[in-house]
């Protein structure tokens, strides 16, 4: 491929669909520039949920991985942000559900340790970290995050798109393929559901 | 209007989704009251925390990103088996046929087992008006195996009334099955008729 074509992929006239269908007939570097364009978003959508940036580098990574092997089976090669945001958000939840089994696999090996400093080390006990604000508010974001993960896909997305990401409700509802009303909706019914989760912290 | 409704009102104030008369109506409600003003006081804390926790950003180095991807992709190309797109095509054609190989077996099998070894006959389906039931009878069976294209005999039992029987099977003297309509309904056919399957 020439200079001129790498210039005109990451043109921004240049369409994801495009980039898509050039890349399943074989151009890795037209992958590459969907990889630059949605990267920033997808880690930041991963770092909502999981909470730490070494995470969300990882789980980004392994999304566009899918995303690559599974480009295919893209029906509609232009949606290719709400499609890469969604296997974000469900690599994100299953790395949650596999944090949490690991924790309790170390919370059960704990059991017979007398090592304080390991337990300390691999459980912080929040209950024990005094009413500082600066751990409360770590808390809540904790909680936040597993109130976020527990939500439907769509609920999840919405609120984290809008309330923290800050995008505009209509580019959201076509990364999502809803309506700007469905948006406002899961907006409302995310909150809703936060609220009564969070109670205690508003 | 509903709770739900009030709810679902306040997120749109939050967002600035409500427009002025309908802002103003629902500010003055909250005047009113104190519950509904608490709810949307939460609302806010909720919706500045998550604005706290956005302004958050993974710390990231970008370009590595992208370089870590490419390698990982790289990787999964190198360990992805290559195909000849021949033999894929040759495999293609084989799993085809080995299908359509066991429909056919399977079909086979079937006609071996549903029908028996040296028949050639037809399968007969036959429509008869039951004779007039004793009242308070009960057409129980068929009794002994009926001629394909004969009528049936029949017994009533002793008690009961004569039901609205649909079906039953008997065999023809060959002992092949043949699906017997019998019907007690007023409805019911007069005359045989028979169904050839094969």
């Known amino acids: 491929m020439s200079e001129l074509q790498d210039v005109g992929y990451n043109a921004p006239s240049t369409s994801d669909g495009d980039l898509v269908r050039a890349t399943i007939q074989g151009d890795r570097r037209a992958f590459d520039v969907l990889v630059r364009r949605h990267q920033r978003l997808a880690s930041q959508v991963a770092f909502r949920l999981v909470g730490n940036s070494d995470d969300a580098d990882e789980i980004a990574q392994e999304a566009f991985c899918r995303a690559f092997t599974k480009l295919k089976s893209l029906t509609q090669p232009q949606r290719f942000g709400g499609w890469l945001l969604r296997i974000v958000s469900n690599q994100a939840l299953n790395f949650r559900r596999g944090r949490a089994l690991r924790q309790t696999f170390r919370l059960a090996d704990m059991g017979g340790s007398e090592d304080p400093e390991r337990a300390e080390v691999s459980l912080p006990d929040k209950r024990a970290q005094g009413p500082d604000e600066v751990l409360a508010g770590r808390e809540m974001a904790d909680r936040i995050g597993e109130v976020l993960a527990g939500l439907p896909e769509k609920q999840r997305l919405s609120l984290v798109l809008f309330s923290m990401e800050k995008l505009p409700q209509k580019e959201i509802a076509e990364m999502l393929e809803i309506s700007v009303e469905a948006v406002k909706w899961h907006v409302f019914a995310a909150r809703k559901k936060l609220k009564q989760e969070l109670k205690e912290y508003l | ?198």
């Open chain 2, 1 to 198: 209007m509903k709770p739900e409704d009030m709810e679902f009102q306040l997120s749109q104030l939050l967002d600035g989704q409500l427009d002025a008369r309908e802002a103003q109506a629902l500010r003055q409600q909250m005047a009113q009251d104190p519950a509904l003003a608490e709810q949307f006081r939460q609302l806010q804390a909720l919706e500045a925390k998550l604005g706290e926790l956005g302004g958050e950003q993974a710390s990231i180095d970008w370009e590595l990103q992208r370089e870590s991807i490419h390698s990982k992709l790289e990787r999964h190309t190198l360990l992805a088996p290559r195909r000849n797109p021949m033999i894929v095509r040759l495999a293609r054609w084989s799993a085809a046929t080995a299908a359509a190989a066991a429909v056919l077996a399977a079909l086979v099998l079937t006609l071996h087992l549903v029908w028996p070894a040296g028949r050639t006959g037809s399968i007969h389906v036959v429509y008869v008006q039951p004779a007039a039931a004793p009242k308070h009878h009960t057409l129980v069976a068929s009794e002994q195996p009926a001629e394909t294209t004969g009528r049936p005999q029949v017994r009533y039992s002793e008690a009961g009334k004569v039901p609205d029987l649909k079906t039953a099977h008997a065999e023809d003297r060959d002992g092949n099955r043949s699906f017997l309509m019998i019907s007690g309904g007023s409805d019911a056919p007069s005359a045989a008729s028979t169904l050839d399957l094969d």
